[in-house]
C-alpha cells in the first residue's frame, strides 16, 4: 500500500446523499482491500514488536509502566491491541444490524442503499480481519462486560436516525485516531500495521456516510428528540469507549491486574490522548446541537471532551 492509501476518502460536494453515496461507491470500486490475501497471516508472530504504538497503552506514562520490562510492555501493547480488535468486532455487528434495518424494504436502485450493502460487506471482512488478528496475538477472546452486552443488544435492536448513525461515527473516529498512529509506527508488528492500513482507508468512507446521514436525519428534528438523542449517543459512547480495553488485558499480561487497573484509571496521559483524538468528532457532534449538558456528563466520564 502507498501513503496515498491512507488519506481519507474525499470530500463530496454538498449536493445531498444520493451523490455523496455514489462517491464513496465509486471510491470502494477503486480502492478495496481483501485481508485473506493482503495481511500476512503465514509468518509466526514475532514478539520482539509491540502490538499497538506504546504512548497509546493504557498504562504508557505510569509508574507501573516505568517498571515493567520491554517484553512485558511489548506483550501489554499485544493484549490491548487484541481487545480493542475483539470490541470493534462487537460494534461492528451492531452497526451492520443497525444499517440493515435502516434499509428494509427501500430503493435498491438509490445509491445510498447500494453504499449501505458495500459498506456492510467491508465490515464483514473488517471483523474476520479483526478475529483472526487477535488470534494471531495470541490473545483469548475479549468480550465486553454482560451489562455493555445486553445494552447494546437494546440499542441494536431499536436504535435509529441520527441515534444510530452518530454513534457509528463515535465508535469509527476513535478507532481511526489510533489506529492511523499505530499503522505508520514501526514498533508495531507488520501485519497489525496492515490491518490497521486497511482498516483506515475503508472506514473514512464509512465516517464520510455516518456524517452525512446524521445530518441528513437532523434536518427537521425538534428540540425535545434532539436532546434525547444527544443523550443516547453519548451514552452509547461511553460504553463503546469503556469497552476498548477489557480489565483481563492485565492478567493476561502478566501483570498485577490490580495494581494496572488502578493505575490504568487515574492514567492521565491516556486520558489526554483519548480527548485530542477526539477533538474533530466533538466538534461535529456540536454543530449538529448534540453536545447538549446531560451529554456532556457522559462524554466526560468517557474522556473524550
Same mark, same amino acid.
Given at each position: 500500500?502507498?501513503?496515498?492509501?491512507?488519506?481519507?476518502?474525499?470530500?463530496?460536494?454538498?449536493?445531498?446523499?444520493?451523490?455523496?453515496?455514489?462517491?464513496?461507491?465509486?471510491?470502494?470500486?477503486?480502492?478495496?482491500?481483501?485481508?485473506?490475501?493482503?495481511?500476512?497471516?503465514?509468518?509466526?508472530?514475532?514478539?520482539?514488536?509491540?502490538?499497538?504504538?506504546?504512548?497509546?497503552?493504557?498504562?504508557?506514562?505510569?509508574?507501573?509502566?516505568?517498571?515493567?520490562?520491554?517484553?512485558?510492555?511489548?506483550?501489554?501493547?499485544?493484549?490491548?491491541?487484541?481487545?480493542?480488535?475483539?470490541?470493534?468486532?462487537?460494534?461492528?455487528?451492531?452497526?451492520?444490524?443497525?444499517?440493515?434495518?435502516?434499509?428494509?424494504?427501500?430503493?435498491?436502485?438509490?445509491?445510498? &442503499?447500494?453504499?449501505?450493502?458495500?459498506? $456492510? #460487506?467491508?465490515?464483514?471482512?473488517? /471483523?474476520? +480481519?479483526?478475529? @483472526?488478528?487477535?488470534? *494471531?496475538?495470541?490473545?483469548?477472546?475479549?468480550?465486553?462486560?454482560?451489562?455493555?452486552?445486553?445494552?447494546?443488544?437494546?440499542?441494536?435492536?431499536?436504535?435509529?436516525?441520527?441515534?444510530?448513525?452518530?454513534?457509528?461515527?463515535?465508535?469509527?473516529?476513535?478507532?481511526?485516531?489510533?489506529?492511523?498512529?499505530?499503522?505508520?509506527?514501526?514498533?508495531?508488528?507488520?501485519?497489525?500495521?496492515?490491518?490497521?492500513?486497511?482498516?483506515?482507508?475503508?472506514?473514512?468512507?464509512?465516517?464520510?456516510?455516518?456524517?452525512?446521514?446524521?445530518?441528513?436525519?437532523?434536518?427537521?428534528?425538534?428540540?425535545?428528540?434532539?436532546? &434525547?438523542?444527544?443523550?443516547?449517543?453519548? $451514552? #452509547?459512547?461511553?460504553?463503546?469507549? /469503556?469497552? +476498548?480495553?477489557? @480489565?483481563?488485558?492485565? *492478567?493476561?499480561?502478566?501483570?498485577?491486574?490490580?495494581?494496572?487497573?488502578?493505575?490504568?484509571?487515574?492514567?492521565?496521559?491516556?486520558?489526554?490522548?483519548?480527548?485530542?483524538?477526539?477533538?474533530?468528532?466533538?466538534?461535529?457532534?456540536?454543530?449538529?446541537?448534540?453536545?447538549?449538558?446531560?451529554?456532556?456528563?457522559?462524554?466526560?466520564?468517557?474522556?473524550?471532551?
Amino acid at each position: 500500500m502507498t501513503s496515498a492509501d491512507v488519506q481519507r476518502a474525499p470530500e463530496a460536494a454538498p449536493s445531498g446523499r444520493h451523490e455523496t453515496a455514489q462517491r464513496l461507491l465509486d471510491s470502494s470500486a477503486t480502492l478495496s482491500y481483501d485481508p485473506a490475501t493482503e495481511v500476512d497471516w503465514e509468518t509466526p508472530l514475532d514478539k520482539d514488536f509491540h502490538g499497538a504504538s506504546p504512548e497509546w497503552s493504557t498504562l504508557y506514562g505510569t509508574s507501573y509502566w516505568a517498571e515493567m520490562t520491554p517484553e512485558q510492555q511489548k506483550e501489554l501493547t499485544r493484549q490491548e491491541a487484541a481487545s480493542v480488535a475483539s470490541t470493534g468486532i462487537w460494534f461492528e455487528m451492531i452497526l451492520q444490524q443497525m444499517v440493515l434495518r435502516d434499509f428494509y424494504a427501500k430503493d435498491p436502485t438509490d445509491p445510498a &442503499f447500494q453504499w449501505a450493502l458495500t459498506e $456492510i #460487506a467491508d465490515e464483514c471482512r473488517h /471483523s474476520i +480481519m479483526f478475529a @483472526r488478528g487477535a488470534q *494471531k496475538l495470541g490473545a483469548p477472546p475479549y468480550r465486553p462486560r454482560r451489562l455493555a452486552v445486553e445494552l447494546g443488544r437494546v440499542f441494536k435492536a431499536v436504535a435509529g436516525g441520527e441515534a444510530a448513525y452518530a454513534a457509528i461515527l463515535v465508535a469509527e473516529e476513535v478507532l481511526d485516531v489510533m489506529q492511523r498512529d499505530w499503522m505508520r509506527d514501526e514498533r508495531v508488528v507488520p501485519f497489525v500495521r496492515t490491518i490497521n492500513n486497511i482498516h483506515v482507508v475503508e472506514e473514512s468512507r464509512h465516517m464520510k456516510f455516518a456524517r452525512e446521514e446524521t445530518r441528513e436525519q437532523l434536518e427537521g428534528a425538534g428540540a425535545v428528540r434532539r436532546q &434525547f438523542n444527544a443523550l443516547v449517543i453519548a $451514552i #452509547a459512547s461511553y460504553f463503546i469507549v /469503556s469497552s +476498548m480495553v477489557n @480489565r483481563d488485558v492485565y *492478567k493476561n499480561a502478566g501483570l498485577d491486574a490490580e495494581r494496572a487497573l488502578r493505575e490504568a484509571k487515574a492514567n492521565e496521559h491516556h486520558k489526554s490522548m483519548m480527548r485530542s483524538s477526539c477533538a474533530g468528532l466533538m466538534e461535529f457532534l456540536g454543530s449538529c446541537g448534540l453536545l447538549t449538558k446531560p451529554a456532556l456528563v457522559f462524554y466526560k466520564r468517557a474522556n473524550l471532551i
